[in-house]
């Protein structure tokens, strides 16, 4: 059955149809009910395609991650993914898989798809130097429809943004460590380059100094933000002869690789060496220790970036760039220090 056949069955224009469909009120409500009748003695289910074209709303927003299999990710949208359903929204998940050229195709697509708006994270959007030809691509696709960066920034693109205040977070660790009695602490993980990285050690090197605390150039091993990233840079780092009394991490994953190469040379967290993380994933809690952290708060990530799409789709004023507070998350990584280092 179409919109022509009840139509003809009812006795009104295809158009009288469309605007009982859309809901809008320039219908008598003898004529609305009539079709209602006949929609449900039918079953009729308008398609979607159709009906965006009528709307000129697709319901549907379209979400770029870098990689889906890690848990701050993937978290973000099953938190957004909820939210926007409460809404009457669908998303559609693209994983670029950290490559710019699949980020480049997923935007074409969406944009064709029609979708009401794009939150991207992760990839060209955490690079420190944006690259013009990336930017370019990005502010296109802003023409044509709302777009949202999460926890990244795009030099020359005035997109609205919704982050998370990672330099307070790692100043937060700083002092926790410090009040624990730490004042030899190393940092491992991250690529330089990428902002996620970039913003923490920065914030850590700044934190270190106001609080008097030693950090040696080998004690900092940049590496990437995997489980087997932190496995090798904790092993360099452990490898000195002189060693900190505590290491920080860039993320959950790379504490986790500290984690058990600490462990397979022999040394007991927290009692030998304290280690931190940076994300709260739900890994942190089912190790042995569990990972003390930061929290990203996740959840409002995610809310917090459908509501400005949404917000944008339909034409309200939204604040450029909201950020959003990270928190301390004690676990039992960390220990007085009682060492003589």
């Not at 990203?296 to 459908?306: D, F, L, P």
């Amino acid at each position: 059955m179409t919109v022509y056949d009840i139509a003809k069955e009812a006795g009104v224009s295809p158009s009288t149809v469309s605007r009982v469909l859309t809901g809008n009120a320039k219908v008598s409500r003898e004529k609305a009910e009539k079709v209602r009748a006949i929609i449900k003695k039918n079953n009729f289910k308008p398609n979607a395609i159709a009906r965006s074209l009528i709307t000129r709303e697709s319901r549907m927003i379209g979400v770029i991650l870098p990689d889906i299999t890690n848990p701050f990710f993937a978290s973000v949208f099953l938190e957004a993914e909820n939210y926007a359903m409460s809404l009457g929204y669908s998303l559609l998940l693209c994983n670029s898989m950290g490559k710019t050229d699949i980020e480049s195709m997923y935007l074409r697509i969406l944009v064709e798809k029609k979708v009401d708006g794009i939150i991207m994270a992760g990839g060209r959007v955490n690079d420190t130097k944006t690259i013009k030809e990336h930017a370019d691509e990005v502010i296109e696709v802003m023409e044509q429809v709302p777009f949202v960066i999460v926890n990244g920034k795009m030099t020359g693109v005035d997109s609205h943004r919704v982050y998370t205040d990672e330099a307070h977070g790692i100043e937060q660790l700083v002092d926790y460590l410090y009040r624990l009695g730490h004042r030899r602490i190393g940092f491992i993980g991250g690529v330089k380059g990428i902002t996620a990285m970039d913003i923490k050690l920065k914030a850590f090197l700044d934190s270190a100094k106001e609080y008097g605390i030693e950090c040696k150039n080998e004690w900092i091993v940049p590496g990437s933000f995997s489980i087997e990233s932190g496995i090798e840079s904790m092993n360099e780092l452990l490898s000195n002869r002189d060693l900190p009394t505590a290491v920080m991490s860039v993320n959950d994953f790379t504490a986790l690789g500290a984690l058990k190469a600490a462990t397979k040379r022999g040394f007991v967290v927290p009692d030998d060496i304290s280690i931190t993380g940076f994300d709260d994933i739900y890994l942190t809690d089912i190790m042995t220790p569990a990972i003390t952290t930061v929290s990203q708060n996740m959840m409002q990530i995610g809310r917090t970036a459908v509501d400005v799409v949404v917000n944008l789709a339909n034409g309200n004023k939204v604040k450029k760039n909201q950020c959003i507070k990270t928190s301390l998350v004690i676990k039992d990584s960390c220990a007085i220090n009682s060492s003589k280092r």
